[in-house]
């Protein structure tokens, strides 16, 4: 809804709007890569619930910055999206060779 709103703003208010939000994410999203993301496994695994949403709420919003943007998609994302559930149980089964946690 809020997409739908700033798009039918006239151009560079759209602009503008889409791009302060966007700066806003990335704002976010730096430091956690630097501070969250860089952890070790252990410790990363226990401020994953806490935090999963700021690289993702990136993603999802420069995903859908524009209409064009919105029509293309990535090869590998699609790929992968249609053998989730096979891609999930060969990293259990195949990959961790029963050391999983």
Not at 40 to 62: D, E, G, Q, R, S
Not at 87 to 93: F, G, K, N
Request: aromatic fraction near 14%.
């Amino acid at each position: 809804r809020w997409f739908t709103e700033v798009d039918q703003l006239e151009g560079i208010h759209s602009l503008v709007v889409k791009g302060c939000a966007a700066l806003a994410l990335c704002f976010a999203t730096c430091p956690w890569l630097v501070e969250i993301h860089a952890l070790p496994k252990a410790v990363f695994n226990t401020w994953h619930p806490y935090t999963f949403y700021i690289p993702l709420l990136t993603f999802v919003f420069l995903r859908n910055v524009s209409k064009t943007v919105r029509g293309y998609c990535l090869g590998p994302f699609r790929s992968l999206g249609r053998v989730t559930l096979e891609t999930y149980l060969l990293q259990h089964h195949l990959l961790m060779n029963g050391k999983s946690k």
